[in-house]
């Protein structure tokens, strides 16, 4: 079980306080007391970071990549558990997907209200965690909250306050955990080729050694776009220092389409070299190829596309 803060670690002033309190105060390790499911099992517990999940970055991300690749390669590991705040953990779960490509489960779980909260829902989500890390033939990253398994590809956060905050768009859920029973849809998310190994071991070593992200930024096609933000990306991005611009994700309307005024300097990028990926800003349905020459995000929201091209960058 690894804690990474969030509101499932978050602390208020008053129980019926549910948005004025301070993400990642309590420990994993409190978390974890009175967890049902975790009696009569072993359980080791491990505090990676106290963060607020808004601030995620590299170092955060490379601790958890390392300690999860350790934990899976022990043989008396049956999978890991990671509490995280919602608002990135559809990154997070995507990012440990492409990097570790597990062949053991990594569960990520969260809560919309905090630890103090009159009726908190992160036990409930911890307790359906362990179940789904225990349950025989899982594999693969996957997200539990409110009772729905998401897969890391199809995950979104999709409401700001309410306890069910995800959605896995027209994939629909992996599962669900029933009256302590998992409930399979469709199969675990592939492990990937990761040869002999719990993982995949050419991937977490690239991503354990790069000292900073490729810089790639995502910008956003609406009506009376003018192209600005990549204009000033152009000028100021390409040579700054130490992560100058290499890649832009356009969330495209519709079917990934994009204003003439801002394709126009999209084509600027491309021609100095930048890599551009076209995502949609819908929540659902995935953008095909059109007659741009800008490639699509292959099913991928914006935030993963930026992700995926993120470690395609790693890579060169
Ligand atoms: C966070 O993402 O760390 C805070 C918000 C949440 O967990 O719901």
Known sequence: MLGTG??????????????GYVAGQVGVADLVRD????????????????????????????ALVERIAHHLARPDVVGVVVTHGTDTIEETAYLLQSVLKPRKPVVLT?????????????PQNLNDAVLLARCAGAQGVVVVCAAR????????????????????????PVGTVEHGQVRLFRPWPGAGDTGEGMV???????FLKATRLPRVEIVLSHAAADGLMVRCL????????PAPLQGLVVAGTGNGTVHRSLLSVLEDAMTAGVRVVRSTRC????????????????????LKARLALMLDLLKG
């Not at 969260?110 to 992160?122: E, I």
């Not at 998401?150 to 629909?172: C, E, W």
């Open 200 to 206: 995949d071991e050419t991937t977490v070593k690239r």
């Open 149 to 172: 398994v998401h897969g890391a590809l199809d995950i979104a956060k999709t409401h700001t306050y309410q306890v069910d905050a995800f959605d896995s768009g027209d994939a629909g």
């Open 6 to 19: 969030g509101t499932i670690a978050g602390r208020a002033s008053s129980p019926d306080d549910l948005s």
């Open 110 to 122: 969260c809560a919309m209200r905090p630890a103090t909260a009159l009726a908190p829902d992160g």
């Open 283 to 302: 929540a659902r349905g995935q953008v095909s190829a059109d007659k741009t020459g800008i490639p699509d995000s292959d099913g991928l929201s914006p």
């Open 35 to 62: 967890i049902p499911a975790l009696a009569g099992g072993a359980v080791e517990v491990e505090q990676v970071a106290q963060i607020d999940s808004k601030d995620m970055d590299l170092g955060v991300w490379q």
């Open 234 to 241: 152009l000028e100021h991005g390409l040579n700054s220092s």
